[in-house]
């Protein structure tokens, strides 16, 4: 598996794509599982970067409207 070198703008596209996937409802390790090469940790980190409020391990996902943000 090789890895990628995120930096910039391409960084950043994805960290917000990932939160979009994220707030929608999808589990951190639904996102690893449906983005090759990126392991738990760096999605993790990019949805941190991107400011996601992130849930409890354990809690049901619901999504976020635009009065919880």
Do not use: F, H, W
């Amino acid at each position: 598996m090789s890895r990628l070198m995120l930096r910039g703008p391409a960084r950043e596209r994805l960290a917000k794509e990932l939160r979009t996937k994220y707030e929608s409802g999808k589990s951190i390790r639904q996102l690893v599982n449906t983005t090759p090469c990126y392991s738990y940790g760096l999605v993790r980190n990019l949805l941190v970067e991107a400011q996601t409020p992130l849930r409890k391990i354990g809690t049901r996902p619901r999504p976020i409207t635009g009065d919880d943000r």
